[in-house]
């Protein structure tokens, strides 16, 4: 597998890929680069829709001359109190927060949650962002709104008073029912519609379906959550490595 910085010619590859709308795994097995490679490089640069390959080669090297030489290896890890591989470390976020952004997440958002996922604390202060990331506090301040509105953090005091952002195993649980909920506006909204054209109209028809598509989807999303919490309560076991994948948290909830 090549290494190495992306060539002009492979993110004129990435561009030829998406505007046949290939996935990111066709696109990398076409590279013969790892998936994570090419969603970092498009997310980086304008998106699936916004993506150019002149503009992205271009954005990279600019990138790359404002970049300090990084120090070595041995230096970083020492560098942190954890021990851990900074530079591995630093790879991983970018990888996750990649990820997070082609889930729909803009890119301060994911940032922000990657480095509360990655803490063992689980918390962080404003200003503590601010340093991670090297952003301005205001930037920190409209990713903490949205993220708080779609139930992915939650805000503390701390003896400080000072905000605290915290994300734990019940903000999993949270999420998923605030993201069922949100379907159910649009239930009542096409049931309106329903009413108004008329129950015998083919408009009507499709409006029902779409209500009563996205009713079960919601029911089954906060029922299965329901029975899921518990695998979010429960701590991972060395005993489960030996059983088939899914079958443990399976058996937990049925238990």
Same mark, same amino acid.
């Given at each position: ?12 590859? /990435? ?8 996935? %990111?795994?066709? /696109? ?14 498009? $997310?980086?640069?304008?998106? #699936?829709?916004? %993506?150019?390959?002149?503009? @992205? ?26 021990? +851990? ?6 790879? %991983? ?7 997070? $952004? ?5 890119? $301060? ?11 063992? !604390? ?9 340093? +991670?990331?090297?952003? !301005? ?19 503390? +005091?701390?003896?400080?008073? &000072? ?9 999993? %649980?949270?999420?998923? /029912?605030?993201? @069922? &909920? ?40 906060? +029922? ?9 309560? !429960?701590? #991972? ?19």
């Amino acid at each position: 597998m090549p290494g190495g910085r992306l060539t002009q010619q492979e993110r004129q590859q /990435i561009a030829l890929g998406l505007a046949d709308s290939l996935p %990111y795994a066709e /696109i990398a097995r076409r590279l013969d680069r790892p998936t994570s490679t090419v969603t970092r490089e498009v $997310m980086r640069n304008g998106g #699936p829709t916004g %993506y150019r390959a002149d503009l @992205a080669h271009r954005a990279t090297e600019r990138r790359a001359h404002r970049r300090k030489p990084a120090p070595s290896r041995g230096v970083e890890a020492a560098g942190r109190p954890d021990g +851990r591989d900074a530079q591995a470390v630093a790879d %991983y976020e970018e990888t996750f927060t990649t990820v997070l $952004m082609a889930s729909g997440l803009n890119k $301060m958002g994911a940032r922000v949650l990657t480095n509360l996922f990655l803490t063992d !604390s689980g918390s962080l202060t404003a200003s503590e962002l601010a340093q +991670r990331l090297q952003v !301005s506090p205001a930037s920190i301040s409209k990713a903490i709104t949205f993220l708080e509105s779609q139930s992915l953090v939650r805000r503390e +005091r701390d003896e400080r008073r &000072r905000d605290r952002y915290v994300i734990d195993d019940e903000l999993f %649980y949270q999420a998923t /029912i605030a993201s @069922a &909920r949100a379907n159910d506006h649009l239930v009542a909204t096409a049931r309106q519609g329903v009413a108004l054209l008329g129950a015998h109209t083919p408009a009507a028809a499709r409006l029902e379906n779409i209500a009563r598509f996205l009713d079960f989807i919601s029911e089954s999303i906060t +029922r299965a959550a329901g029975q899921a919490r518990e695998v979010l309560r !429960s701590r #991972p076991s060395t005993a489960t490595s030996d059983v088939p994948p899914g079958h443990s948290d399976q058996a937990a909830i049925r238990s």
